[in-house]
């Protein structure tokens, strides 16, 4: 197998690697926003933490500082409606809510009513892991919101979105 070979094979097999879609949601001063996030992962269950690798170029990471509270959206795999809205992503100072259903339960950042469920947190620790940054959150509190099964996505290429 030559090199060009064993990098698309490299790019196939890390692909097959599985995560879940959610919507990242979070608040700074009075400005919200959210996006689209596939790489979360719960890291400890004592206390409850998730890990979230973020694209360094997003500029949400600028209000994602320690101690910055933030939501995890768990989204139905139906709810490609979800996927439409968030996929594009917004500037930092667009209404990313508008037209749609949201709880923001003792002032946390936006909880989608349509979400199965959704976990707040607050940033433990900021780690750059090359393109990205892996946020360290502490679960705060958090619930089941709807009956469903969460979003599950599989890429052709683990070289790219």
């Not at 097959?16 to 949601?25: C, D, E, K, M, V």
């Not at 939501?71 to 968030?86: G, K, P, S």
């Not at 947190?121 to 900021?126: G, K, L, S, Y």
């Amino acid at each position: 197998m030559d090199a060009a070979d064993r990098a698309k094979a490299l790019a196939a097999a890390l692909g097959r690697i599985p995560s879940g879609l959610f919507i990242l949601t979070a608040r700074h001063g009075a400005a919200e926003t959210g996006m689209l996030a596939s790489w979360v992962q719960q890291c400890s269950f004592a206390p409850p933490m998730l890990t979230m690798a973020v694209n360094r170029t997003r500029d949400v990471l600028a209000w994602l500082a320690p101690g910055a509270a933030f939501t995890v959206n768990i989204i139905d795999a139906d709810d490609t409606e979800m996927l439409v809205h968030f996929g594009r992503g917004f500037p930092l100072d667009a209404p990313a809510f508008e037209g749609l259903a949201v709880d923001r339960p003792g002032g946390a950042p936006p909880v989608l009513q349509d979400a199965l469920a959704y976990l707040e947190c607050r940033v433990e620790a900021r780690h750059v892991v090359g393109d990205h940054e892996l946020v360290v959150g502490r679960v705060t509190a958090g619930g089941l919101l709807n009956e469903g099964r969460p979003m599950v996505h599989v890429r052709k290429s683990g070289l790219h979105y």
